[in-house]
């Protein structure tokens, strides 16, 4: 009995190191958000490439991993075809996943994102100075080429943010009018559940 309670507690122990060490932050879906930083990639350079990109006026880059490539364009046909959620152009991934690296810590990141593969959706991870992962989500990216609004807010700063299609290599992820803040933003009715706890608080006051 005390060598199975001495494994429980060794197993329990493992998982929760385990879980710490990929997922330290509290991480938070949200609403689309206005930010002084918007990237629409309208002045990036077209055509495929390799090498990382200036965004957000110098505030950060964007670059492909596992040897991949990024991709400015208006339009980009595969499994469906997709055109740019605003203005004129949008970036995607024809191989890799997608890495944005900050200049200065930021705390909220959000933007629509698309796939023209034939595998929907893909996921996001949240690292910091250290590289060390913070957190990581789900990406929503329907089939057929339709934009899905993506948003996460961090209660901790990150340092850059890796983005990937569940395409072959993560590729095929389309993204648009992507925006960071370096400010957590609540969850979607946090501010009407607060405002109610405070009416709820008032009354009882009162009474």
Known sequence: MKTQKTTIIAIAATVATTITATANADIITIDEFESFQIEGFENMPGGFVR????????MGEVSANNNGWI????????????????????????SGSVTYQFNEAQKSFGGFF?????????????????????????VKADLGGAWSWNGWSLDTGFSSVEVSGNYSNGGFLM????RVGPATIPAPGAIALLLTGGLVISRRRRS
Do not use: C, P
Request: glycine share 10%; aromatic share 14%; hydrophobic share 35%.
């Open 51 to 58: 090498q990382a990109v200036s965004i957000f006026d110098g």
């Open 71 to 94: 991709h400015r364009t208006s339009g980009w046909g595969f499994n469906s075809t997709v055109r740019a959620y605003e203005d004129s152009y949008f970036m995607g991934s024809g």
């Open 114 to 138: 698309a796939t023209n593969s034939d595998k929907a959706d893909g996921s996001i991870k949240f690292f910091d100075d250290q590289n060390q992962l913070l957190a990581q989500s789900t």
């Open 175 to 178: 993204m648009d009018s992507i």
